[in-house]
């Protein structure tokens, strides 16, 4: 039986407390994507943020679709940011899923464009996406 008041989790505390962390204070880049993709507005699909997949935490990621969106900062141009980011996206990779990776400058002032090309991924990766179904106030609920 599993114990509420201590549940067994399958990622650490330090960085499941770093994910939590990141969510509360994301970057203009990551807000703005985030409303553009939450709530199944994008295709349909289901996202969540800031999601801790191995000893990573991914910043956008569509199980469904098994597809992992990242936004990079201009920190993320040096040499050795590189490297390490083409080990996280291997990493992540080897878990099945695609990594999708955009500059915030991209984000920013090429909305569309970014939204365009992970809606194809979507729809390639995960093509029966069905949109929720939302009762309208007054109906009955379906039996």
């Known amino acids: 039986m599993v114990d509420p008041e201590n549940p ?14 990141l969510r509360r204070n994301s970057i203009d880049a990551e807000r703005l994507l ?21 000893n990573y935490v991914a910043d956008f990621i ?10 990079d900062g201009g920190q993320h141009f040096s040499d050795s940011a ?7 996206s291997a990493t992540i990779e080897a878990k099945g899923f695609l990594v999708l990776r955009f500059s915030n400058h991209d984000v920013m002032t090429n909305r569309i464009g970014v939204l365009e090309t992970i809606a194809t991924a979507v729809v390639e990766r995960a093509p029966t ?6 009762r309208e106030r007054g109906q009955e609920q379906p039996s």
């Open 82 to 88: 590189e490297q390490a980011d083409a080990k996280r």
């Open 62 to 71: 569509c199980h469904a679709a098994k597809l992992v969106v990242e936004l």
């Open 8 to 21: 067994t989790w399958k990622v650490s505390k330090k960085l499941r407390t770093n994910a939590r962390a």
């Open 129 to 134: 996406l069905t949109h929720p179904r939302k």
């Open 34 to 54: 985030w409303a553009a993709i939450r709530d199944h507005r994008l295709n349909g699909a289901s996202f969540r943020r800031q999601v801790p997949i191995e």
